[in-house]
């Protein structure tokens, strides 16, 4: 396995989960296309991945994920419809989704997990380093921690992965990382992953969130990696693997380079979970300009009333 520094220009979407924390709304709608103000929450992670560069998208999807492939192709009746009307603000939002990037779609088949989702990525990718975007996490526009990430893997090569602190009562929750200090605040070298770990055990309270730019050694690493969790292929433990493997043969210089996390600070919106999912969208609708007064001061006067 070699170390690639290649110009990254693929992103990778997993959206073949089932949702079912959101049934019934899921039953005949995908979990990706559930609205976050008045966009589907997979057009978040899209455009967020076209703001740090990639211009190239292959989404990972399954059964009944039919609606995605139509929201990010063209409508001609519903444009023809639009303007037709003269409602070219309409009409340039529609457009806007089947104009964002080269979209590509493959079918996860078996659901065996993250880890065997982004290996249907590898015939796509090929040798090149690649992000991987989970579509529960959004990721406010204001605070770009993708293009940090792509920095520091074009600046160090091997991998990257997304870290957050979290209260350590939680951390059981999530994967966690040990790590050691590099030159930059906000930049960390990962020596090794655990995944949803006892918080009398686990090695810091930095919890791997939903963004990672990985070196294409991870696809040998994801073929040979035994079911874990779930019986499910863990993308996590690919990564401690690679991460496991570059401290080894360090000198040789053979593996797949280093894993880093980069410490995100932003503004990160869950909707993967009900609760969230609803905050989210009160968030997002207060700071938007068409929306946000009147509906802040709406909501102001319902918090009075409520309390």
């Not at 899209?46 to 059964?63: C, F, H, K, Y």
């Amino acid at each position: 396995m070699t170390q690639s520094h290649s110009r990254i220009s693929k992103a990778v979407i997993p959206a073949a989960g089932l949702g079912t924390r959101f049934l019934p709304a899921t039953k005949a709608t995908p979990k990706e296309m559930l609205p976050v103000v008045d966009k589907p929450a997979i057009q978040y992670v899209v455009e967020e991945a076209v703001s740090a560069g990639l211009s190239d998208v292959l989404m990972i999807t399954g059964r009944n994920k039919r609606p995605l492939e139509d929201h990010f192709d063209r409508n001609y009746e519903l444009e023809e419809a639009l303007s037709r009307k003269g409602d070219a603000g309409r009409l340039a939002r529609v457009q806007e989704s089947s104009d964002l990037a080269t979209m590509h779609y493959v079918r996860q088949g078996d659901p065996r997990g993250l880890g065997h989702a982004v290996l249907c990525a590898e015939p796509h990718v090929g040798d090149q380093p690649f992000a991987v975007l989970l579509g529960d996490d959004l990721i406010d526009p204001r605070d770009p921690l993708l293009s940090r990430m792509i920095e520091i893997q074009e600046r160090e090569g091997g991998s990257v992965v997304a870290l957050m602190e979290v209260d350590p009562a939680q951390i059981h929750m999530y994967g966690c990382a040990a790590v050691k200090p590099t030159g930059d605040s906000d930049v960390v070298k990962i020596t090794d992953l655990v995944e949803k770990p006892d918080p009398a055990e686990a090695p810091s309270n930095l919890a791997i969130i939903g963004r990672y730019v990985l070196d294409p050694a991870i696809f040998g690493i994801l073929r040979e990696t035994e079911p874990g969790r779930g019986g499910e292929i863990q993308l996590t433990d690919g990564i401690q693997k690679l991460a496991e493997a570059e401290q080894s043969v360090e000198e040789a210089g053979r593996s797949g380079g280093p894993v880093h996390g980069v410490i995100f600070k932003g503004r990160r919106y869950d909707t993967g979970d009900r609760g969230d999912y609803l905050r989210a969208i009160v968030r997002l609708a207060c700071e938007r300009e068409d929306l946000g007064p009147e509906f802040r001061d709406w909501l102001r006067s319902f918090v009075t009333e409520e309390m």
